[in-house]
Each structure stands twice: as C-alpha cells, then as structure tokens.
T-cell receptor, first 117, second 113 residues
C-alpha cells in the first residue's frame, strides 16, 4: 500500500528557533499534499494544501509567513515552523493523495510531535 | 463554517458487544464521507468510506443519511483491538481529493474484556 513518511518523528526546540518537517510519499507521486495540526484532545485541523510547483493554499487563521510550505517535487513537501513559540507545540501530520489513481483516498504520515520550550 | 460533530465518549463496551455511534455535519454541500481510526499518539488511518447506499466491511457497517446530515458507524462483535478513537471525516468535494478533510473531534471507544 501507499506509504507516507515524516521526519522527524519528534523534535524539541527552543523558543525562537525554526523547525523543518519533511513529508515524503515513498512509493507514489503526490501532486497535492495536506498539512494538519492536532492539539491534545482536539480534532485534526487542516492548515494548508501543498501543491507541487506552486504556492500553498492556507486555511483561514494560519499565518503563511510563519508556516512556510515548499512542495518542490512530486514526492516531497516540507513545512517549516519559523520562530517557533510554545503555543506552536502540537502534533503535525501530513497526508498525500496518489496522483496516478482514480481513488481519492488520502494517506497519512506518522506525524511529527513538536515541543517548543 | 464547516463543522463535524461527534459525541466524544468514552464509550465503554464489553468485548463481543455491538456498538454504534453517529456524527453530524453542518455543510449540506458535503460530498464525501469517511470514518478514520486513530490510535493514541498515532496518525489516523482510513477505516472505510461511507456511501449513500450504505456499506459493510466485515464487522463494520457505515450509513449515510443526507436528509438529516448524519453518518453512522456500527461495530459488531467488538474486539479488544477495536479500542481507539473513531473520527468522522467529511469533504465538500466528491472523492475528497482536491480539498482537505474536515475532521470531527472523534469518539473514544474502549472495549473491555
């Protein structure tokens, strides 16, 4: 089946630093990837839609200058949390859809747990 | 505003029992519907898509009621391994591909031996 990887699995960083999270589709190509965030006991919230070769589309309330998204290839999207603060601590999950299939199923990565101290 | 509402539970159910829970969605234009399962501190995994005609996959049955805007999930002969959080997921576009998904907060299910 389709596999999506994320790195790192978890990261602890100091306030003010930037953190980059990678999302890769390992055995399929993904024109579109999605970035979600989940706070404890909350639902996953879509942050942005990442489109290969073009600018990401951000959901209302998500700062595009703080959460930089780059989707430079059909198998890789990156999310950079710039100048991270403790309130950015969360579980970040990406998903991808196989561009070559008629199925619209989204495959999720294992998530990245970010803790900002 | 897109909203998906679920009873958070927890539902404590003895092993072997049948359990069902519902979810309601606010956007009548929603086109595709899913149930995902999420284990503690893990990513969500697709359990099943929900079709207008209803669908069954082994012990799991999903139903969609467009008129009342709710989706249901029925689990028969529950197993200990069914313990998880079940997420109701809705997308406005058919197939759920071109747009992100809207997740409910999930219903926490605990199967007791």
């Amino acid at each position: 089946g389709a596999v999506v990887s994320q790195h790192p699995s978890w990261v602890i960083c100091k306030s003010g630093t930037s953190v980059k999270i990678e999302c890769r589709s390992l055995d399929f190509q993904a024109t579109t990837m999605f970035w979600y965030r989940q706070f404890p006991k909350q639902s996953l919230m879509l942050m942005a839609t990442s489109n290969e070769g073009s600018k990401a589309t951000y959901e209302q309330g998500v700062e595009k200058d703080k959460f930089l998204i780059n989707h430079a290839s059909l198998t890789l999207s990156t999310l950079t949390v710039t100048s991270a603060h403790p309130e950015d601590s969360s579980f970040y999950i990406c998903s991808a859809r196989d561009s070559g299939l008629a199925s619209y199923e989204q495959y999720f990565g294992p998530g990245t747990r970010l803790t900002v101290t | 505003r897109k909203e998906v509402e679920q009873d958070p539970g927890p539902f404590n159910v003895p092993e072997g029992a049948t359990v069902a829970f519902n979810c309601t969605y606010s956007n009548s234009a929603s086109q595709s519907f899913f149930w995902y399962r999420q284990d503690c501190r893990k990513e969500p995994k697709l359990l099943m898509s929900v079709y207008s005609s209803g669908n069954e996959d082994g012990r799991f049955t999903a139903q969609l009621n467009r008129a009342s805007q709710y989706i249901s999930l029925l689990i028969r002969d529950s197993k200990l391994s069914d313990s998880a959080t079940y997420l109701c997921v809705v997308n406005e576009r058919a197939g759920g591909g071109a747009d992100g998904l809207t997740f409910g907060k999930g219903t926490h299910l605990i199967i007791q031996p």
